[in-house]
């Protein structure tokens, strides 16, 4: 008799055990959604409109201007510990113009499917605790030259191309629930835009040879470290 108790407190565990590994995450709600940006100093780049902003300040003052990428994102719970979803994400940077009256700029459309994982052994339940992310992007990058609005009063664009391109990007963060809805979070972001996709003059050069300044290498500097503050909201799906 012992024996069979024994067998089935054993096999009761085991079944609450993986009945509460696939429970839905926020009060039985799987989808949620966020609304957020994240934001990097522009130490190893200038920022959107280089010449007309900040071509005239010195090199201490652009060290405290900021970058910015605002993130819409989607994603739905598996199971207690993992998400998976979507986000797309809008930014823009410059590089330095081979020309003083020239901006040159570059939009970046970021496409991104990943996984997230959270954590059983701090208590986590998605979207709930600390998390990492993994995922792989579309970059719709678009590197334009255009007037600057100091030399000229009507600035025109002087050449623009958009350029598609893969890249990988990693996340570590928390969420934190306000109530049975709402929902912020914090978190650490670091991408890296793949070559693959862009032509010799976004990889190698701008407009000739002496110059040494790339979309290439500003988009690795404009992903490398971010840090995200979002707001998100659960919502209850039909089972």
Excluded: C, W
Excluded at 19 to 34: M, R, V
Excluded at 50 to 62: A, K, M, R, T, V
Excluded at 172 to 189: M, P, V
Excluded at 203 to 215: G, L
Aim: glycine share 8%.
């Amino acid at each position: 008799m012992k024996k069979y108790i024994i067998i089935l407190s054993l096999t009761f565990g085991i079944s609450q055990l993986f009945a509460q590994s696939d429970a839905p995450g926020l009060y039985g709600k799987k989808l949620f959604i966020e609304l957020g940006t994240s934001t990097a100093p522009s130490f190893l780049q200038p920022t959107y409109n280089y010449n007309s902003e900040i071509g005239n300040e010195s090199g201490f003052s652009q060290l405290y201007r900021f970058s910015f990428n605002h993130q819409l994102s989607a994603h739905y719970a598996l199971n207690r510990l993992r998400t998976v979803g979507i986000s797309i994400g809008y930014g823009r940077t410059g590089f330095y113009s081979p020309s003083p009256i020239v901006n040159a700029n570059i939009t970046s459309t970021n496409v991104n499917f990943f996984v997230r994982r959270y954590f059983l052994r701090s208590g986590s339940i998605a979207p709930i605790g600390n998390y990492i992310q993994f995922g792989a992007s579309a970059m719709f990058n678009r590197r334009s030259f255009r007037q600057s609005a100091l030399s000229f009063d009507n600035p025109e664009v002087i050449a623009s191309r958009v350029h598609v391109s893969p890249a990988v990007n990693f996340e570590y963060g928390r969420e934190t629930f306000i109530n049975d809805k709402f929902l912020y979070s914090f978190a650490f972001q670091t991408g890296l835009a793949l070559p693959y996709g862009m032509d010799a003059a976004s990889k190698y050069k701008i407009m000739n040879q002496s110059i040494s300044d790339t979309m290439f290498t500003r988009l690795l500097s404009y992903y490398s470290v971010r840090f995200k503050f979002a707001v998100g909201l659960a919502i209850k799906t039909k089972k």
